[in-house]
């Protein structure tokens, strides 16, 4: 994956067994009195990407690393954060759109995204917006335990009431402690002014290093972090995504049975199971109503490559829907005489679209199929590409790790790649249909968002009233400068009028004098 993938590759293994043993030795105590919980202690024990971690964000420093371990740890087990599911959270929370995962930035890193309008602050909902947090960060890290995290703070039109400082300060001891090493940067986007000052202290929490990933973007520099695709339409991006949760029960019917997982309502690109390759995998989704006998004729065409012959060999061409999945499938096959082949499918938009298997083996004349699924309400795929990999593998290679391994340390050289390009079906450009949802729903969503709007109203008016009132403010002091500066300057003029008549009467002769009284 990239920049994106937390390894162990620049953290020695006798470091990683230094830690260890240290955490073993000074924590012995804790460790019985079961201040861990245990599959915590196992894990560190049995996955050095797991205490990698530790190291990196304490720079491979032994002691420190194993007092962040046991705050790490214990933490956990006091927060329970092992038992927090889905289900724990209520319908409304979900619901509210505060916070959800979604898309991927040009790095390929998961998104996180935080939209600062939603939340009002509420110390009594405090303690289950901190198990909602905590929860979003400990189902990425076990969904994709070396992948760091981009979170994106949305917080265009927010006021004061929008900035909770001891939400914020959770969520920076998470980032440092309870999490280590697990955010990739934190974007704060189109910060107000009047909360500027807030972030100020905000980012001097952090540790020099730590506040280096913390920035304020705008609408501009929003295009440094993520693609046109993945940028939403109200920062100036073409992604249409509006977040919509949708239960366990209901994800179920719409996702290839017990394959994928979608809790996150994102793409997800799952690992192949090795047991299940000599089959192709069925999917349970409604397939495009294009079914054989209407295919381009250029579809037919299959790439043979040296180990794999992939078929359809140029494009991939999907049906957008607004209400359902379109499913499409690729044939790899192996037509080596005795090579056992690995495959990689990848994709330049992995939040548009499901793959299954994304990788796997082949036996030697043997095929699999590839399915890959556009998600409902993705239309602009004319610029989506998937790249499809293979190369020789060991056949000593047995379990899924040794297959990433395998993969990790292969020499580009012996990669084979394979480009596929998407198009939408003709008379496809945008989406077929729309779904037209039921009255009360209508109704719910028109004024959920009229109470966005509503929100949005009065923080401006709020703003606004600010404004006017430090104007007032400036203009008053100008005029009060304005009125003593004039009073000063008459001040001088009248007295330099009386200095310069004392001066006058000085030069007239006595004598002048007398004569006038004379007279």
Known sequence: MGDNVT???DIAPETIADLRKAFASQRKEEIQKGTYDEQDIARLKEDANYAAFFLKAQRNNIQAAVKNVHESLSWRKQFGIRDIVEEDHSQQDHESGVMYFHGRDKAGRSILWIIGILYKKNPAKFDKLKRFLAWHFEKHCREYPTEQLVVIMDMAGTGLSNLDMEFVSFMVRCFEVYFPNMLACLLVYELPWILQAAWRIIRSWLDPEAAEVVKLIGRKAIKDFLDLENCPVRMGGLDTFHYVYRCPEDRKKVTFADTLDDENNMATIEPVNFENL?????ATAARSSADSSTREPYKEKSFAGPLVTIQPGVELYFTPSAEHETIEKVTITNTTATELVAFKVKTTSPQKYRVRPSSGKLQPGRSIEVSICLQPGRSHIMRDKFLLMSMKVDPAVQSQEELMEAWKSADASH????????????????????????????????????????DAHYHLETQLRVLSSLL?????LVIIAAVITVFLYHSDYINLGLQKRQLVMNTIPSDVNYYEQDM
């Open 472 to 476: 007032i403010v400036l203009i008053s």
């Open 7 to 9: 390894e162990t590759a």
């Open 415 to 454: 990669i084979m790649e394979h480009r596929l390009h998407c198009r939408c079906r003709d008379g496809a450009t945008n989406l077929q249909s729309s779904k037209v949802l039921p009255l009360d729903q209508q109704v719910s969503q028109l004024t959920k968002e009229v109470s966005i709007l509503a």
């Open 278 to 282: 000599a089959s192709p995998v069925k």
